[in-house]
C-alpha cells in the first residue's frame, strides 16, 4: 500500500510534502532586489548559463560551493524574480524568466549579460574555509 504525503510509515517515518515555491509577479519585481541578486558573481554566473533558454536541473550547474551556499543564491534569483523553479520528480527544473524581467525592465538582462561577457571571468572559488586541506607533513622515523 502505498504511503501518503504526512502519513506515518513504519520503514521511513512521516513523509513530508515538497516546499511550495514562491514565485513573484511581474508586478512585484523590485529593480533594487533584482540589481541586489545580480551582482553577485555566483549568481550571474547561474543567469549566464540559463539565458540560452533551456530549463536545468539544479545539480548541473558545477559550482564549486557547499550544497546550502548554492541553495541559497538559488532562492535570492527566485525571490528577486529573475528564475522559476518547477519540481519535477526529484529534481527541481531552473529556468530564466527573461520575458518578465525584460518586460518590468527593458534591456537589463542584455546590458548585464553583456557587460559580464566582456568583463574577464575570475572562476568562482569555495570560501576559505571549505578548500580542501593539505593533510599536516607527518615526519618519518628513518
Same mark, same amino acid.
Given at each position: 500500500?502505498?504511503?501518503?504525503?504526512?502519513?506515518?510509515?513504519?520503514?521511513?517515518?512521516?513523509?513530508?510534502?515538497?516546499?511550495?515555491?514562491?514565485?513573484?509577479?511581474?508586478?512585484?519585481? *523590485? @529593480?533594487?532586489?533584482?540589481?541586489?541578486?545580480?551582482?553577485? $558573481?555566483?549568481? %550571474?554566473?547561474? #543567469?549566464?548559463?540559463? &539565458?540560452?533558454?533551456?530549463?536545468?536541473?539544479?545539480?548541473?550547474?558545477?559550482?564549486?560551493?557547499?550544497k546550502a551556499?548554492?541553495?541559497?543564491?538559488?532562492?535570492?534569483?527566485?525571490?528577486?524574480?529573475?528564475?522559476?523553479?518547477?519540481?519535477?520528480?526529484?529534481?527541481?527544473?531552473? *529556468? @530564466?524568466?527573461?520575458?518578465?524581467?525584460?518586460?518590468?525592465? $527593458?534591456?537589463? %538582462?542584455?546590458? #548585464?549579460?553583456?557587460? &559580464?561577457?566582456?568583463?574577464?571571468?575570475?572562476?568562482?572559488?569555495?570560501?576559505?574555509?571549505?578548500?580542501?586541506?593539505?593533510?599536516?607533513?607527518?615526519?618519518?622515523?628513518?
Amino acid at each position: 500500500m502505498p504511503v501518503e504525503h504526512g502519513q506515518r510509515s513504519r520503514d521511513c517515518g512521516t513523509l513530508q510534502p515538497m516546499r511550495t515555491l514562491v514565485h513573484h509577479d511581474r508586478a512585484e519585481l *523590485s @529593480l533594487p532586489t533584482v540589481l541586489y541578486a545580480l551582482s553577485d $558573481p555566483v549568481r %550571474l554566473q547561474i #543567469v549566464q548559463m540559463l &539565458a540560452s533558454g533551456e530549463e536545468r536541473p539544479c545539480g548541473t550547474f558545477g559550482l564549486p560551493l557547499a550544497k546550502a551556499t548554492i541553495s541559497h543564491h538559488f532562492k535570492v534569483l527566485r525571490e528577486a524574480g529573475i528564475i522559476a523553479m518547477r519540481p519535477l520528480g526529484t529534481q527541481k527544473l531552473t *529556468s @530564466l524568466r527573461r520575458a518578465a524581467v525584460d518586460a518590468c525592465f $527593458p534591456g537589463l %538582462l542584455d546590458a #548585464v549579460l553583456g557587460a &559580464a561577457a566582456l568583463s574577464p571571468a575570475a572562476p568562482v572559488q569555495p570560501p576559505a574555509g571549505l578548500r580542501q586541506r593539505q593533510p599536516p607533513m607527518v615526519a618519518s622515523s628513518a
